[in-house]
């Protein structure tokens, strides 16, 4: 269908109108939709041709609200791994970077001035410059953005629901659990679950209990890598075989809430808990890490995904009303995602308790340092259970559009095909949730990845072509540029190295 309105739109001059595709021929809006992939994905509400009439502020609200996510789960872990100072340099550097590079994508159409460019999207430049190598390896890392956060979807909601079911057996039972692991001992306790990762991996038993035989009966059926990542499947296998995922983007509003009351939940802990710091800058101590350490690069691959929005940028922006501030309401909106990851990731760092527990003790979702019997954190889980549940179709039915959109012509050949991938997509997360249940890892994988191709070498590479092919291509803008990719190409291959 993009392929035919092309097709119609080049038989005419740019300025003629006759053969623009009419509105029935246009997809009908409910099935527009946009994601970014541990963020948002949601169905437009308009999308029309021309420009929208969303407000400013409005503007700004969706790219935040699309941006944000899960990965917010895993800042103040990268903190960790960077050290204090560093973490928080590299974020707001990070920031900055992608920032540029999707100021670079927003204005890519409008460096091709021999075609109407009005109704493309990112993909379609990317076959202008590159043709169909550009189309399919936009496709490939997509679905390498789209699968990876399936995957960390899968493991968290493995987690949320393992920690929902333990808190409702301690509260039936009257269990403590946080005696089973090193933790603070106070109205609000912070545990330490790694200290015990290498005598229980899964996190999940609770040792003092071992004659209980209810007890025992519990943690073998309810076990948070070898039997709770297999419940899900009953759960949200069906839901991804559904032709349409209408109804779930009707949740989108529980992705705000979730963040809002994350926000909410690490300002009352770091309130009640108070500020724990030690600056030490190269030297590691018993309770505090280094503001300077070399595992900054992990925190740059958990950020390329967390500042992700490039493929998407454009139709979001189709329906800002006021085009001519595009750039600052995009700016405003990533100032605003920065300033909210240094918020979750600074609280987090400096209010863990240190001494009693150390800064090493930072889990990759910093939720699983609250005991599951936190009712705080318990809330918490509960919302980012129910949202996740609502966004996994949405993201198993992009999966879908994409692949089987473009290898068969058709979203939904048949029952066959569609459970053929969506269980593969299933599998992996399950397999995952049971061997590498490391969000932390996944997401830096996955963000360098897929950042590689969206985040730094196609904008780059695209400015470059069209400076050249205009003959204002200078030295200073090429070395900048091939120095973006450079930058990506090592946080990619640094990945594996850490």
């Given at each position: 269908?993009?392929?035919?309105?092309?097709?119609?739109?080049?038989?005419t001059?740019?300025?003629?109108?006759?053969?623009?595709?009419?509105?029935?021929?246009?997809?009908?809006?409910?099935?527009?939709?946009?994601?970014?992939?541990?963020?948002?994905?949601?169905?437009l509400?308009?999308?029309t041709?021309?420009?929208?009439?969303?407000?400013?502020?409005?503007?700004?609200?969706?790219i935040?609200?699309?941006m944000?996510?899960?990965?917010?789960?895993?800042?103040?872990?990268?903190?960790?791994?960077?050290?204090?100072?560093?973490?928080?340099?590299?974020?707001?550097l990070?920031?900055i970077?992608?920032?540029?590079?999707?100021?670079r994508?927003?204005?890519?159409?409008?460096?091709?001035s021999?075609?109407?460019?009005?109704?493309?999207?990112?993909?379609?430049?990317?076959?202008?410059?590159?043709?169909?190598?550009?189309?399919?390896s936009?496709?490939?890392?997509?679905?390498?953005?789209?699968?990876?956060?399936?995957?960390?979807?899968?493991?968290?909601?493995?987690?949320?629901?393992?920690?929902?079911?333990?808190?409702?057996?301690?509260?039936?039972?009257?269990?403590?659990?946080?005696?089973?692991?090193?933790?603070?001992?106070?109205?609000?306790?912070v545990?330490?679950?790694?200290?015990?990762?290498?005598?229980?991996?899964?996190?999940?038993?609770?040792?003092?209990?071992?004659?209980?035989?209810?007890?025992?009966?519990?943690?073998?059926?309810?076990n948070?890598?070898?039997?709770?990542?297999?419940?899900?499947?009953?759960?949200?296998l069906?839901?991804?075989?559904?032709?349409?995922?209408?109804?779930?983007?009707?949740?989108?509003?529980?992705?705000?809430?979730?963040?809002?009351?994350?926000?909410?939940?690490?300002?009352?802990?770091?309130?009640?808990?108070?500020?724990?710091?030690?600056?030490?800058?190269?030297?590691?101590?018993?309770?505090?890490?280094?503001?300077?350490?070399?595992?900054?690069?992990?925190?740059?691959?958990?950020?390329?995904?967390?500042?992700?929005?490039?493929?998407?940028?454009?139709?979001?922006?189709?329906?800002?009303k006021?085009?001519?501030?595009?750039?600052?309401?995009?700016?405003?909106?990533?100032?605003?995602?920065?300033?909210?990851?240094?918020?979750?990731?600074?609280?987090?760092?400096?209010?863990?308790?240190s001494?009693?527990?150390?800064?090493?003790?930072?889990?990759?979702?910093?939720?699983?340092?609250?005991?599951?019997?936190?009712?705080?954190?318990?809330?918490?889980?509960?919302?980012?259970?129910?949202?996740?549940?609502?966004?996994?179709p949405?993201l198993?039915?992009?999966?879908?559009?994409?692949?089987?959109?473009?290898?068969?012509?058709?979203?939904?050949?048949?029952?066959?095909?569609?459970?053929?991938?969506?269980?593969?997509?299933?599998?992996?997360?399950?397999?995952?949730?049971?061997?590498?249940?490391?969000?932390?890892?996944?997401?830096?994988?996955?963000?360098?990845?897929?950042?590689?191709?969206?985040?730094?070498?196609?904008?780059?590479?695209?400015?470059?072509?069209?400076?050249?092919?205009?003959?204002?291509?200078?030295?200073?803008?090429?070395?900048?540029?091939?120095?973006?990719?450079?930058?990506?190409?090592?946080?990619?291959?640094?990945?594996?190295?850490?």
């Amino acid at each position: 269908m993009n392929k035919r309105i092309h097709y119609y739109s080049r038989l005419t001059a740019p300025a003629d109108k006759a053969l623009i595709a009419p509105d029935h021929v246009v997809p009908a809006p409910e099935e527009c939709y946009v994601y970014s992939p541990l963020g948002s994905a949601y169905k437009l509400q308009s999308y029309t041709e021309g420009y929208g009439k969303n407000t400013s502020l409005v503007t700004i609200f969706m790219i935040w609200n699309t941006m944000m996510g899960t990965s917010i789960l895993s800042i103040p872990w990268g903190i960790k791994q960077a050290g204090f100072t560093t973490g928080m340099c590299v974020i707001m550097l990070m920031g900055i970077l992608t920032l540029y590079c999707c100021y670079r994508v927003v204005k890519s159409r409008a460096m091709i001035s021999s075609v109407d460019t009005t109704t493309w999207e990112y993909p379609d430049v990317c076959r202008y410059y590159f043709g169909s190598f550009g189309q399919w390896s936009s496709l490939l890392f997509s679905l390498v953005s789209l699968i990876g956060a399936m995957i960390v979807y899968w493991v968290l909601m493995s987690n949320f629901l393992f920690n929902t079911g333990r808190f409702i057996f301690n509260f039936i039972h009257h269990i403590n659990d946080t005696d089973a692991v090193l933790s603070t001992n106070d109205s609000n306790p912070v545990i330490c679950p790694s200290a015990g990762s290498d005598d229980h991996p899964d996190n999940g038993s609770m040792i003092f209990y071992a004659n209980d035989t209810g007890l025992q009966q519990f943690e073998k059926w309810w076990n948070k890598s070898k039997t709770v990542p297999f419940y899900l499947i009953g759960l949200l296998l069906p839901l991804l075989n559904f032709k349409s995922p209408s109804f779930f983007s009707k949740f989108n509003i529980l992705g705000t809430v979730s963040v809002l009351y994350l926000i909410f939940l690490v300002t009352f802990k770091a309130i009640h808990l108070g500020f724990h710091l030690e600056f030490h800058w190269l030297m590691q101590t018993e309770y505090f890490v280094p503001e300077i350490r070399f595992q900054f690069p992990q925190l740059t691959g958990v950020l390329t995904l967390a500042f992700f929005i490039h493929n998407c940028i454009i139709t979001l922006l189709k329906n800002n009303k006021n085009q001519e501030n595009n750039v600052r309401d995009l700016s405003i909106a990533y100032m605003l995602v920065t300033l909210t990851y240094l918020y979750i990731g600074v609280l987090v760092f400096a209010s863990f308790p240190s001494p009693p527990l150390t800064k090493d003790c930072i889990e990759q979702n910093f939720l699983d340092n609250f005991p599951s019997g936190d009712i705080l954190s318990f809330i918490a889980r509960i919302f980012l259970l129910f949202q996740m549940m609502t966004v996994y179709p949405l993201l198993g039915y992009l999966a879908r559009v994409q692949l089987l959109g473009h290898v068969f012509g058709d979203i939904y050949p048949s029952i066959f095909h569609v459970l053929i991938l969506n269980l593969i997509i299933v599998g992996a997360g399950v397999i995952m949730a049971c061997f590498y249940p490391n969000i932390g890892g996944i997401i830096r994988y996955s963000g360098a990845a897929c950042g590689l191709a969206f985040v730094f070498i196609y904008p780059s590479l695209i400015y470059i072509i069209s400076l050249r092919r205009e003959d204002r291509l200078t030295w200073p803008k090429l070395i900048f540029h091939i120095f973006i990719i450079i930058l990506g190409l090592a946080n990619l291959i640094v990945q594996f190295f850490m």
